[in-house]
């Protein structure tokens, strides 16, 4: 019987691995080759080094990156110009002549040097099997539960299957090629790139050496020096070196080690010696059993991802291929689709952005092209900051860490483009940076005057110690914090007609209305002026906690007062700009005006309900269909607004082939976002957003369950994070209602809980029920001023879902269980 079982299960694990019958619900599979479409490939990556694998037969590409292999070297680019300027733009601001302000911004202001360097590609591993043209039984994965790729396919009657990732521990990339068969595996290796300053060669029998340097851009020169080392390995059969690649002939199994450096030290130091550091990385992984580096490397990154468990349920339809999957979608009930796109968001930062490395850019860690779409930089009015969304929400704080650095730095290299620019004392950035800190404005006035970059950054230092209650963190952001504050201090400017303070020039990120002339430059734009606000609010407030800058903090109050307050237009809309010159038929990509929703907490439908039901028309009079990363953002809008159904509208609207919808974005078969071309926060989105359906954090309480869709009639989930310390231990639901949750506090102090139906204590304690302003000062809402709405509006408040408000005191390191009534 037992020897039954035996060779049953060994068929059904030939019939898995040789068909692809896969059903693991965290798993991207494929049936067919990725042939030369970069965005079929799958990506693995390590915070530091990253490669796209193609699982191709006859001619595998490992297309490979690096995080510091950007072109240039250290630079500024801002215009000392613009200070002289300064006051001449504003006047014609203020006067209405918009174009001629931002004519004389394009003259004076826009930077008239480098408008931001690229991140490069080092090369490709190229693998080539003669004779592998007829094959069968093919398939590929990535598995994001562990961050490791397989391809598998017949040829002749042997099985050759391929194993790779990127190891955490060891930063370098392992591949394990074998055959069923002894003496079965011949192939050339090669390294290749696209550099044309480049060196290649073989070191010894067994090593392929790529050296090259990075790009010379927009007048800066190129000095970043990188080097690729591939070791290789074998079992059995030889090794031949031919010119600049190798032969391997009739072995058994043969690993390959990838090693990549640079000469990069930090934004302004390019003096290491990428050589030896290359080569350090080779030498310590090199002698260790492949077994055992894939062992270590899934503990470490299970570390992190196993942190977050979700569960919607599954179907028939999770047995598809994922580009199957993908198509069918929108048409089909998928359930734990949504869980694995989720979770591949979290993969993806887990990959992309550790500890001592360089955030996620545009494209994450990921590009092929030495000259990427806005060069895959960082544009920091929108898409760096949803890149970490989901950082200390999905249990990645770590993750967290390399934006919170470059914010840091920001703060240093920003405070010469503040003085020199401006006349400003603190630090600023406009809307982009990129790997050598640049903080001047680029692209061009309609994109590039806003100033409002750095303000948005300095949340996420607030943010951390939210979700932490570190005060020792806090305390070494705070002068970064504290800087953004001085910077808008010094340059608001009283405007002559309402007499308000506003950020003039500024404007509603890459959007204009077209009552200014198609001139984007303005005074007191809504999204400025709430990120004002947010930046007075952290600043006052960590002040307060640290005991710090009465005088200042005193300031800052006085001037929150005189900001000017969001304004409800003829429309019941959230105006975008002071003027009330929205158009209800925009459906430009950028919603920025929305950022008081999300991600700040101005607005609430429990403290301001009629701009609340504002933000709904201004959603509404957008539409759903746009780019990516746009659809990302408004899943978390709508997660906001309370309304599942249309949140999941929207993540089936993001999970569709691109070109589905004309003028839309999607995604590809790879699931990265498509904006289109692919960019990243679209996926880091998606996975905010859902956690937002679920659960959110930011109006005062822990809110369980804020807009499950129908379609999550039912499900678990364990491990996302609140603010205050607070930790979703395990939570489910069933038709929509609260059946358990169990929440664990890291801090201790009060826990409001907001929830759709009535819970008690598990232990039969009553709960009380809760009233006025949280006390927990990790919940804190700063109150707003009273919108000004236009006599035209008929706005009137939503009917929104009932709930329940309890509070109950917790002790740090104690868990605490709930059931339902």
Request: net charge neutral; glycine share 8%.
């Amino acid at each position: 019987m037992r020897k039954k079982l035996i060779i049953f299960l060994f068929f059904i694990g030939i019939s898995i691995s040789g068909f692809g019958q896969n059903t693991n619900d965290l798993k991207l599979w494929y049936n067919t080759p990725s042939g030369s479409v970069w965005e079929n490939a799958l990506p693995i990556g390590n915070g530091f080094q990253a490669a796209m694998v193609y699982g191709n037969v006859e001619k595998e590409i490992f297309q490979l990156n690096e995080h510091t292999v950007w072109s240039g070297s250290p630079n500024r680019n801002d215009n000392p110009n613009a200070l002289g300027a300064l006051d001449s733009v504003r006047k014609l601001i203020f006067e209405g002549e918009y174009k001629a302000a931002e004519n004389m911004a394009n003259q004076r202001i826009i930077t008239k040097k480098s408008h931001g360097q690229m991140f490069q590609p080092v090369g490709n591993l190229e693998l080539t099997f003669t004779g592998h043209e007829n094959f069968s039984n093919y398939y590929r994965e990535l598995d994001i539960e562990n961050a490791t790729t397989k391809t598998s396919y017949t040829v002749d009657g042997v099985t050759y299957t391929r194993e790779a990732f990127t190891s955490f521990p060891d930063r370098v990339m392992v591949i394990r090629l074998s055959a069923d068969k002894p003496g079965k595996l011949s192939f050339s290796a090669a390294l290749t790139t696209q550099h044309t300053k480049n060196d290649i060669k073989i070191n010894g029998n067994n090593e392929l050496s790529l050296w090259g340097t990075t790009s010379d851009h927009e007048g800066v020169e190129g000095k970043v020096e990188f080097n690729a080392l591939g070791r290789i390995k074998t079992d059995g059969g030889t090794i031949t070196p031919n010119d600049n690649s190798v032969e391997i002939k009739n072995a058994n199994s043969v690993t390959i080690f990838v090693s990549i450096a640079s000469n990069f030290n930090n934004y302004n130091d390019i003096s290491g010696d990428e050589n030896q550091r290359a080569k350090d990385y080779m030498d310590k992984a090199f002698n260790k059993n492949f077994d055992d580096m894939k062992v270590a490397h899934i503990k470490a990154y299970q570390k992190y991802f196993n942190r977050v468990k979700l569960d919607l349920g599954s179907t028939e339809a999770s047995k598809l291929p994922t580009n199957e999957r993908l198509n069918n979608f929108r048409n089909t009930s998928d359930p734990s689709f949504v869980t694995l796109y989720y979770q591949f968001g979290r993969y993806l930062l887990i990959s992309s952005s550790q500890p001592g490395g360089q955030p996620a850019n545009l494209q994450g860690i990921w590009n092929g092209n030495m000259k990427p779409a806005w060069d895959s930089k960082y544009t920091i009015n929108i898409n760096t900051e949803m890149n970490y969304w989901p950082a200390e929400k999905t249990n990645l704080s770590e993750m967290h860490e390399p934006l919170l650095k470059l914010i840091m730095e920001l703060s240093e290299t920003g405070k010469e483009t503040a003085r020199v620019m401006y006349g400003a004392g603190g630090w600023m950035a406009h809307h982009n940076t990129d790997i050598w800190r640049i903080t001047g404005p680029l692209d061009g006035s309609f994109w590039g005057i806003w100033n409002g970059g750095g303000g948005w950054l300095s949340q996420h230092l607030w943010e951390r110690y939210l979700y932490t209650g570190d005060k020792t963190y806090l305390e070494s952001a705070y002068t970064a914090i504290k800087g953004a504050a001085e910077f808008y201090a010094d340059f608001l400017v009283e405007h002559p007609t309402y007499k308000w303070l506003v950020v003039a020039p500024g404007n509603s990120p890459e959007n204009a209305p077209k009552e200014h002339q198609g001139a984007s430059i303005t005074a007191g734009s809504t999204m400025d002026n709430q990120i004002v606000f947010d930046v007075f609010s952290s600043t006052i407030n960590a002040a307060e906690i640290l005991g710090k800058d009465k005088a200042f903090v005193e300031k800052l109050k006085t001037m929150k007062k005189r900001l000017p307050p969001m304004h409800i237009g003829k429309h019941n809309q959230i105006q975008e700009w002071l003027d009330d010159v929205d158009d209800p038929n925009d459906n430009h990509r950028h919603i920025s005006h929305l950022y008081g929703l999300y991600p700040s907490n101005q607005i609430s439908p429990y403290s301001n309900p009629k701009l609340f039901a504002a933000a709904k028309n201004t959603l509404l009079h957008r539409g759903d269909v746009s780019t990516g990363w746009s659809m990302g953002w408004k899943v978390n809008w709508w997660a906001k607004m309370q309304d599942g159904n249309h949140a999941y509208k929207l993540i089936q609207n993001q999970l569709m082939p691109l070109g589905t919808v004309r003028g839309g974005g999607g995604t590809y078969n790879n699931l990265f976002d498509a904006h289109p071309p692919f960019q990243i926060d679209g996926n880091f989105g998606c996975t905010s957003g859902i956690t937002e359906m679920i659960m959110q954090s930011s109006d005062g309480a822990v809110h369980l369950l804020p807009a499950l869709p129908d379609n999550f009639d039912k499900g678990t989930i364990a491990g996302i994070l609140a603010r205050g310390g607070f930790e979703i231990s395990n939570m489910v639901w069933e038709n929509h209602k609260l059946v358990s949750v169990e929440i664990k506090s890291n801090l201790g102090g009060n826990l409001r809980l907001r929830t759709p139906n009535e819970i008690k204590s598990k232990a039969g304690k009553k709960l009380k029920n809760a009233s006025g302003k949280n006390p927990n000062g990790f919940f804190v809402v700063n109150d707003i001023a009273t919108p000004i709405i236009s006599e035209a509006s008929n706005i009137e408040p939503l009917q929104i879902k009932p709930t329940f408000l309890y509070d109950l005191q917790t002790k740090k390191g104690e868990s605490y269980t709930f059931v339902v009534k």
